[in-house]
């Protein structure tokens, strides 16, 4: 009775630990190819700390948008860090990523989002509702070589920054002008109305 009971626990912890998990730093500052997030009109690092990044990820390889939003599940997020000043800043530093059901081996496709939260300038507390954003590409990341590596690591192993990307994230930012003419619109609209 004994032998069987320890056989059945052994049994329930090979099955548990047959699904794994593997973990990652959400962090370009760490990362190989150290990409920053930039604005798109000019070029320039992100240094606003109400900019907002979040990290999505799917098990598997996803070349196309469509396939990706399909399997994709929403990861940490965090802010862009001023500490970071190298070559300008657009850097960021957030929690480890956890990947569930992960295991050696397998391709993990990620993409990060990101979007201005102050309505300042020109942002909101959400990506869609922000008129600041941008999306990175798509990137696969593998195992890391060893446990001193870049790359997703066991979760046994402590977490290490990303190998092949993120990619330079790029924010697009509306024209003042923009802000301006539809200023202009509503009041021009708001006279009219009054003549009435």
């Not at 081996?105 to 990101?114: A, I, N, R, S």
């Amino acid at each position: 009775m004994k032998k069987t009971l320890a056989l059945a626990i052994l049994g329930l912890t090979a099955c548990a630990t047959s699904y794994g998990q593997g973990v990652v730093q959400f962090n370009n500052y760490v990362s190989t190819t150290y990409q920053q997030v930039k604005y798109q009109a000019n070029n320039a690092p992100v240094t606003s700390t109400t900019l907002e990044v979040q990290l999505f990820w799917a098990l598997g390889s996803f070349a196309d948008q469509a396939s990706f939003d399909g399997a994709k599940q929403a990861g940490v997020t965090t802010f862009i860090d001023p500490g970071f000043t190298f070559n300008g800043g657009g850097y960021y530093a957030g929690p480890n990523q956890t990947l569930a059901g992960w295991s050696a081996g397998q391709t993990v496709t990620f993409q990060v989002l990101g979007w201005e939260t102050s309505a300042a300038k020109g942002g909101a507390a959400t990506f869609g509702a922000s008129g600041a954003k941008g999306t990175s590409a798509l990137w696969q990341e593998v195992g890391a070589a060893n446990a001193n590596a870049n790359g997703i690591q066991p979760a046994a192993n402590p977490a290490k920054g990303f190998n092949v990307g993120p990619p330079t994230l790029l924010i697009a930012v509306p024209e003042p002008s923009i802000f301006a003419l539809s200023g202009l619109g509503a009041a021009a609209l708001m006279l009219f109305r009054r003549k009435k």
